[in-house]
């Protein structure tokens, strides 16, 4: 692993999570002469959202999430959003096979195995919302082989966790995709930034702050760099800067000074799961099981009971319980939030707070949950779950974006947003979900908003659909181009595919 530091590097990532390790393979493989710097605070890559107990690992597809599935006033269920993510996965399954097909990634099991997705409501009116939305996915070609159930017999046959213990009479659905995946972005992340680093032109800098960043007058971007240990400071001059360093993303955009960040703000939400590593138990359920979200709760906080492989051994995840902490990163300071107002981003903020009342009602009562409480909502899920076969664990934190509006001020987005400055010398990603599944279609995102030069047919874009095949084709619309893409990637990759 090169830990020589080039001076004058064409690149420099900042943050060591999937994110930046997406990008700088991405930019690697169209042009491998690029000279290509990474900073990390941490003494390892992948520790902060993307580690996995830190995230769901759900490999979203938008399968089972039913955020993003939202109920119109009429009854009928809007799956736009639904679609987006679905589709954006593809990429990075795309990409993901590349690499395996090319030996980059020795086994596509030490990051992602097979593992149905299944949404599971109970009560009346969640099993209408449930029925009506089943109706609308399944009749569209990207959610081929989806299935659906009333049946306590049939969905105990997926789930038996779900419903042994459960009154036989209650009103339970549930659907069920068997092409799903579970993914170990924490596993992803270092076989990525170990790939990049077996190549010259690379080198990731563990225990090394980025404190400033100054645009010289040739454009190029001064970055001050602190050794951790040493307290020794540094300065690299580069062409361009990515900041995806999750919640620090907003404060090295800050620090940029480009005027097309003035007025974001960051909203923190802390997060705990419940965490079961009993083999009887969790032999005994293989799937990621979402419900619905309780009002005014944000997207991350859709409750679901998951099958999770890491490091070789299956567990279960339950939660997760959001919180409210004022920490940007899970090892960042308590002093993040206040630090992170400005005078340009005051209004937005209090514009937030103003119209988002649920949501901090929501925290509120989230931090005042008692053990109890939290386990009660776990038996929702399975009935029968005893509370000394599960302990805590601690969610990595997300940061929602706060963004000016010029209707209402400021508004509160719960996706993902990269802003970047009009030189195209400079771009940070913000927000939270869906996040590292589709790094990705983010990546791409970013050559588009920044190399657009480039993505010409003398230029990159012919190496571009060498690695993701149906770049420029819209697999919403293009059925024959979805279908062949995910079977030729679920061969690759060990998934199912129906």
């Known amino acids: 692993m090169s830990t020589t530091l080039s001076e004058t590097p064409d690149v420099v990532l900042i943050g060591a999570g999937i ?56 009854g009928s269920v809007d799956i736009s959003k639904a679609l987006e993510v679905n589709t954006e996965f593809d990429l990075s399954r795309q990409l993901w096979s590349y690499l395996v097909s090319k030996g980059a990634i020795p086994d596509p099991h030490a990051f992602i195995h097979s593992c149905p997705h299944m949404s599971f409501v109970w009560d009346d009116a969640n099993v209408a919302f449930l029925r009506e939305r089943y109706r609308a996915m399944s009749a569209h070609h990207c959610y081929h082989g989806m299935e659906y159930s009333e049946d306590h017999g049939k969905i ?121 590593d009993v083999d009887a138990i969790s032999a005994r359920h293989h799937a990621k099981v979402y419900g619905k979200a309780a009002q005014g709760s944000p997207p991350m906080s859709v409750p679901h009971l998951d099958t999770r492989m890491i490091d070789g051994k299956r567990s279960l995840l339950f939660g997760p319980y959001a919180g409210f902490s004022s920490k940007f990163l899970k090892h960042g300071s308590f002093f993040d939030l206040p630090k992170s107002v400005e005078p340009g981003n005051i209004l937005p903020m209090l514009a937030v707070a103003r119209d988002n009342w649920q949501l901090s009602e929501y925290l509120i009562g989230q931090v005042l949950q008692t053990s109890a409480h939290q386990f009660t909502a776990l038996q929702g899920f399975f009935p029968r779950a005893q509370r000394h076969d599960w302990r805590d664990a601690v969610a990595g934190q997300r940061v929602q974006i706060i963004k000016p509006d010029q209707h209402r001020t400021g508004v509160l987005e719960f996706g993902t947003e990269l802003v970047a400055s009009a030189d195209k010398s400079f771009v940070a990603l913000l927000g939270a979900s869906p996040g590292a599944s589709t790094a990705a279609f983010i990546a791409v995102e970013v050559l588009e908003k920044c190399f657009d030069d480039r993505l010409t047919p003398d230029g990159w874009l012919g190496r571009l659909r060498e690695i993701i095949p149906t770049y420029g084709i819209d697999l919403k619309k293009d059925a024959v181009a979805c279908r062949d893409t995910r079977a030729s990637t679920a061969k690759t990759l060990g998934l199912e595919f129906v």
């Not at 690697?28 to 830190?54: G, R, V, Y």
């Open 19 to 74: 994110m930046s390790a997406t990008l700088g393979t991405v930019l690697k493989e169209l042009e491998p002469s690029l000279n290509i710097a990474m900073f990390e605070t941490l003494a390892d890559c992948a520790q902060e959202s993307s580690q996995a107990w830190n995230n769901a690992g759900t490999g979203h597809a938008a399968n089972c999430e039913l955020n993003y599935t939202p109920q119109r006033a009429d």
């Open 156 to 276: 105990a046959d997926w789930a038996p966790l779900t419903i042994e213990g459960r009154d036989a009479g209650q009103a339970v659905a549930a659907t069920r995709i068997v092409s799903g995946a579970d993914v170990d972005y924490g596993a992803l992340t270092h076989l990525l930034v170990a790939q990049l680093s077996a190549q010259s032109g690379f080198s990731v800098h563990y225990r090394h702050r980025v404190t400033d960043l100054v645009q010289s007058e040739d454009g190029r971007w001064r970055v001050s760099v602190e050794d951790v240990v040493t307290r020794e400071i540094k300065t690299v001059s580069a062409k361009f800067v990515f900041a995806g360093a999750g919640g620090g993303a907003l404060d090295l955009l800050q620090k940029s000074g480009i005027p097309e960040g003035h007025g974001f703000g960051g909203f923190p939400v802390s997060g705990v799961w419940l965490r079961c």
